[in-house]
């Protein structure tokens, strides 16, 4: 197993090619660990307070489209 400087220090290595395809992979895994927690956050119910609120601004005529 690498520690983190052992990591960074092989990054820094890269040639500009290869960090390229490093940061597109990296983002692209952000994002989906991202939509994962989302999904996980939505189904326990962790946002419903978002759909309340939302309906409630629409009651109110405050909600904007």
């Known amino acids: ?3 983190i400087n052992q990591i960074k220090a092989a990054i820094e290595a890269l040639p500009d090619q290869d960090y390229v395809q ?6 692209e895994n952000d994002q989906q ?7 996980a956050d939505s189904k326990a119910g962790k946002l419903d307070f ?16």
Do not use: P, T, V, Y
């Open 50 to 65: 978002l759909f309340r609120e939302a309906r409630h601004e629409k009651r109110e005529g405050k909600l904007k489209s």
């Open 22 to 27: 490093l940061r597109h992979w990296f983002l």
């Open 33 to 39: 660990k991202w939509d994962r927690q989302i999904e």
């Open 1 to 3: 197993m690498f520690n």
